[in-house]
């Protein structure tokens, strides 16, 4: 890190069908970074990588065309719409031989980019991860922001090390980011991850806006699958309450069976079927959800063992002159 610029910092945003939002944000981070390397906080080679996720709109097209008069835009297409984190990974593995420190902010404008700054001041005092936390979720709507408290405190549950309020707004020094490299597997929940990781870090905290222009990317079915990657990847909570729940039914039906035997020898057997429906349904219903809950983690190993690409690099765009072969 050269002391009199500042450290050389790269902004990743990954973008998944963001026209609507991208050339405000593109706007927004350019004033910002100038700003930043005019006070001499970052190093005039800092720049800002937006990663077209797969998008299907004029996401990448707005990415090349800005291009042309602002040299601070640099872009990675993927060649399909990977998903958001694995877009974050793909963005941070492109740029971490350029960089002493990289930002990875959504490109929708929900976060404030002016809180940057205090990203890389706390960068300069010798934090490795610095987290953006949300102090209100006011703008959110009121389903946004149950499901997310909800999964926050899902997650604390089932002793998953994550940072409360904290999404993917985030500084990582190069460092950092080199060592999720040792993670080999291949669906990497960063919430969980990188507190995982060590190194000194400390928390920023902002007041999360509305969503600049567009909808979110984010659809229920996403939220879910996010979760439960999420859960599974880091948890094997899920099993043994399904142990717990077996061991209760165990009990119960001990009593019941105690029960059952005292009735036949004091005569008063009565042999109804009620209780013969009930404890199969019961029982079923019981198996069947230890059944698909082993079969997530089945589902888990089975993905893992594939070792498939996280991500598949279309296109790199890099200052003149330096347009190599794309990196894996
Ligand atoms: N995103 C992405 N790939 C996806 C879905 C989303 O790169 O498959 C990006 C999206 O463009 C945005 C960020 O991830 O920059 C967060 O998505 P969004 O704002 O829609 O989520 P929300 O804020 O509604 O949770
Ligand atoms: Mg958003």
Redesign the pocket.
């Known amino acids: 890190m050269d002391l009199r610029s500042g450290p050389r910092l790269a902004i990743v ?4 069908n ?1 026209e609507e939002v991208l050339p405000e944000t593109i706007m927004r981070l350019s004033g910002l970074l100038t700003e930043l390397m005019d006070e001499k906080l970052v190093a005039p080679d800092s720049f800002l990588l937006f ?1 077209d ?1 797969g998008s299907s709109d004029r996401t990448w097209p707005l990415i090349v065309e800005s291009r042309r008069h602002n040299p601070l835009v640099h872009g990675l297409k993927l060649a399909r ?1 990977a ?2 984190q694995q ?1 974050l990974v793909a963005g941070l593995m492109s740029v971490r031989d350029r960089i002493d420190c990289a930002v990875t902010i ?3 404008l ?1 976060d404030d980019p002016a809180i940057i700054r205090e990203f890389v001041k706390k960068y300069k005092e010798g934090c490795d991860i610095v987290y953006g936390v949300r102090r209100s979720r006011a703008t959110d709507t009121f389903f946004k922001r149950t499901t997310a408290i909800g999964f926050y405190r899902l997650m604390e549950w089932m002793g998953v090390n994550i940072v409360f309020n904290h999404a993917d707004f985030r500084l990582m020094s190069k460092r950092a980011i080199d060592s999720l490299e040792r993670f080999k597997e291949v669906n990497l929940f960063l919430r969980g991850i990188v507190p995982s990781i060590g190194f000194r870090s400390a928390s920023v905290y902002y007041d999360r806006t509305e ?1 600049f222009a567009g909808t ?3 659809p229920l079915r ?1 939220m879910i699958a996010f979760a439960l990657d999420g859960i599974t990847s880091f948890s094997i909570r899920p099993i043994r309450l399904v142990t717990l729940a077996g061991f209760i039914v165990f009990l119960a039906s001990l009593t019941a069976a105690v029960y059952a035997l005292i009735s036949k020898f004091t005569g008063n057997a009565v042999s109804g079927w009620t209780s013969l429906i009930v404890s199969i349904w019961l029982l079923g219903g019981i198996q069947l959800l230890a059944l698909g809950l082993i079969g997530e983690y089945i589902g888990k190993i089975y993905k893992e063992t594939k070792r498939r690409p996280l991500y598949i690099v279309e296109t790199l765009l890099l200052p003149e002159g330096q347009e190599a072969a794309a990196p894996e």
């Open positions: 945003s990954p973008c998944y963001e990663v996720d719409n998903g958001h877009a959504d490109a929708d929900q969503r979110s990317k984010y996403k």
